[in-house]
């Protein structure tokens, strides 16, 4: 399977690290080399890196590995030492930080009363404080209220159109078998459909103040942050409110099928990620799949040899035609014989009565025993004890 290849501007951003390490870097003092410095840049740090985090900086590391190259400062023939070296350094530090930051400090199971606060306080600042930031507050509120809705994930938003009652969004995580566009289906529901006509319409003048739009997302990110700060609420990120739409979509009923094709997912095992820690919100499901897309849903799952019978759902409710074997029916076990019964069973079969005793009162067995109460040799050899028990 070949590796998706990152975004433009994701290379930029890796670049852009580069720099800052680069330039912290010739800031040392010493006859080190720059690689060395690099290196040592990134070992002494406070605390542990994460592994996504640790990630971004053996990124960045690599992409300063290149600018130096292409400044003349490392060979190009010692591209590869280079970036070992560095690397070696980043996996010296990985680990658990002891204090959480950025993205370990967001939730995922953000509640009705948390988005409802947030949403009063922006509504709040952006009719009161007359600033530049009330069009970025507003525009905040409306992303804030669709996307548990509608489930998208933020970069998706740029290039999303709506052709009357349909909304059409691009998707991001692309493969072979995945389609570029999907589709679903906005009930009548006015509110809804005015918000999102406002949003896209708008969208442009939104993102004007920014360089590019994932510029505008990370600031919308970090204004949501720090209003979360000010209303006393967990820290929420846009991303937490497209776990609640699938948790939503589940307790409203909709199909793993319908599920996917509505988040755009290209494994069906993605979706055990989301909705983990959500709770369904008591807000009306506005969305619908398009039957197309279900469909392409289910194709693409048979084509990978999945069960048919576990893909056509019948929608009333009722459950699929299996062809079960009757299971063998338990036949009763034999009840177990006490060993007390057995032993007085073959006691009286070799206890005979005296002659003339009344009641049979005694035996010949027990006029044969001596006056310690035991049976003398003879009589021990003429009883043989019955055989051991087999186990039932």
Same mark, same amino acid.
């Given at each position: 399977m070949s590796r998706r290849q990152a975004r433009p501007t994701t290379h930029a951003s890796y670049r852009k690290r580069a720099k800052a390490l680069i330039t912290a870097a010739r800031r040392l003092d010493g006859d080190m080399l720059i690689i060395e410095k690099l290196a040592?840049?990134?070992?002494?740090?406070?605390?542990?890196?994460?592994? @996504?985090?640790?990630?971004?900086?053996?990124?960045?590391?690599?992409?300063? !590995?290149?600018?130096?190259?292409?400044?003349?400062?490392?060979?190009?023939?010692?591209?590869?030492?280079?970036?070992?070296?560095?690397?070696?350094?980043?996996?010296?530090?990985?680990?658990?930080?002891?204090?959480?930051?950025?993205?370990?400090?967001?939730?995922?199971?953000?509640?009705?009363?948390?988005?409802?606060?947030?949403?009063k306080?922006?509504?709040?600042?952006?009719?009161?404080?007359?600033?530049?930031?009330r069009c970025q507050d507003a525009f905040l509120g409306l992303i804030i209220f669709l996307s548990p809705r509608i489930g998208w994930r933020p970069s998706e938003i740029e290039q999303g159109q709506l052709d009357n009652a349909t909304l059409i969004l691009a998707t991001k995580k692309l493969s072979s078998h995945g389609a570029t566009l999907r589709r679903m289906t906005l009930d009548n529901h006015d509110l809804t459909l005015d918000a999102m006509r406002v949003l896209l319409s708008n969208l442009q003048f939104g993102m004007s103040p920014y360089a590019h739009f994932d510029a505008w997302i990370r600031a919308l990110s970090e204004r949501l942050a720090r209003a979360c700060v000010q209303c006393g609420i967990r820290r929420l990120c846009l991303y937490s409110?497209?776990?609640?739409?699938?948790? @939503?979509?589940?307790?409203?009923?909709?199909?793993?099928?319908?599920?996917?094709?509505?988040?755009?997912?290209?494994?069906?095992?993605?979706?055990?990620?989301?909705?983990?820690?959500?709770?369904?919100?008591?807000?009306?499901?506005?969305?619908?799949? !398009?039957?197309?897309?279900?469909?392409?849903?289910?194709?693409?799952?048979?084509?990978?040899?999945?069960?048919?019978?576990?893909?056509?759902c019948d929608k009333s409710g009722a459950d699929p035609k299996f062809d079960f074997e009757p299971m063998p029916q338990p036949t009763p076990k034999q009840s177990k014989t006490d060993s007390a019964d057995i032993w007085l069973n073959y006691m009286r079969s070799q206890l005979k009565p005296l002659p003339g005793a009344r009641g049979a009162s005694r035996t010949s067995l027990e006029s044969k025993t001596t006056s310690n109460g035991r049976a003398t040799s003879d009589e021990k050899e003429s009883v043989n004890p019955p055989a051991p028990l087999k186990p039932m």
């Open positions: 040592v840049i990134l070992r002494d740090r406070p605390d542990l890196l994460a592994r @996504n985090s640790a990630g971004v900086y053996r990124q960045a590391a690599l992409a300063a !590995v290149d600018l130096l190259i292409e400044e003349g400062v490392v060979d190009s023939q010692e591209r590869d030492r280079a970036r070992s070296a560095l690397t070696q350094a980043i996996s010296e530090v990985i680990g658990t930080p002891k204090v959480l930051r950025t993205s370990a400090l967001k939730v995922l199971d953000a509640t009705l009363r948390e988005a409802r606060q947030v949403l306080f922006l509504k709040a600042r952006a009719l009161s404080v007359p600033t530049s930031g409110f497209r776990h609640v739409a699938v948790c @939503n979509w589940r307790a409203a009923g909709f199909s793993l099928e319908e599920i996917k094709a509505l988040l755009g997912h290209t494994s069906m095992r993605s979706q055990q990620f989301y909705g983990r820690k959500s709770k369904p919100w008591k807000t009306a499901v506005v969305v619908t799949p !398009v039957k197309s897309e279900v469909e392409l849903v289910e194709k693409q799952m048979l084509d990978q040899g999945a069960d048919r019978e576990k893909l056509v």
